[in-house]
């Protein structure tokens, strides 16, 4: 019994390394929107069996990042503009529905040392936005946004939160990494959202998030119709 309880174990490990691992591909640009591939070909590259792969490409199909190609294997998916508005639409009335009742101002009073955690690693995602580095800032945003919705105490919003911010990034990956320099353009309130949470102020916290998503879709908007973002007075993603 033991060994096949480890057995299965393992197995889901693996299997979630490997979709782990080609999300941050995705995530990276490296496997383009509309990129085709097989599980033959990831279970090669990767040296193990096609099972694992297989459960991995169907979850990250699951997840929104992969459509499932029949006969031929797996496609990135290609995001659009209207997708990324619609997500927008989903971010903004998730963050009014959590900041905007009085049971946030009780579970943000009981939840100090939670947020302190949370600040520090959004001191992380400041620092790489600020530099325009965008491989650490991803990893760091996610992990932030995760955290901080944690202190909400509901893993179904947690989860859904996230695979929010995974998909909002997969689509805006492509506009991003066409711009010689990021400075400037990407949002750097992580630290301030959470001292605006530290003070146990959820309304202030709300309209925060709010006009960061209005400027996010304003800034995407502007590198989807080929701008370079400059003219854009904002911060996003």
């Known amino acids: 019994m033991r060994g096949e309880g480890a057995g299965i174990v393992t197995r889901s490990t693996l299997r979630q390394q490997i979709a782990d691992a080609l999300r941050d591909e995705v995530l990276s640009g490296r496997l383009a929107p509309g990129q085709e591939f097989t599980v033959k070909e990831i279970a090669e590259g990767f040296g193990v069996s096609a099972t ?18 029949q006969h031929r294997g797996f496609r990135v998916h290609t995001f659009s503009l209207d997708d990324f508005r619609t997500m927008i639409e989903a971010r903004c009335l998730v963050s009014d529905a959590v900041f905007g009742g009085i049971a946030a101002e009780a579970l943000l009073a009981g939840a100090p040392g939670v947020l302190a955690s949370v600040r520090r690693r959004g001191e992380e995602a400041q620092r790489a936005a600020a530099a325009g580095d965008l491989n650490v ?6 992990r932030f946004w995760r955290e901080l919705s944690a202190v909400f105490g509901n893993s179904y919003l947690t989860d859904f939160l996230h695979r929010l911010r995974v998909q909002s990034w997969v689509s805006t990956v492509p506009f991003l990494r066409r711009q010689d320099d990021l400075r400037g353009l990407l949002w750097t309130g992580h630290g301030h959202l959470v001292e605006t949470l530290l003070g ?13 998503n209005e400027e996010s879709l304003r800034l995407v908007e502007a590198l989807a119709g080929g701008g370079t973002g400059n003219g854009v007075r904002t911060q996003g993603f």
């Open 52 to 69: 694992p792969v297989r459960e991995a490409l169907v979850d990250l199909s699951a997840q929104g990042l992969l459509d499932s190609v």
């Open 137 to 142: 800032l991803i990893g760091y945003d996610l």
């Open 200 to 212: 146990g102020d959820a309304q202030a916290a709300r309209a925060i998030i709010t006009t960061y």
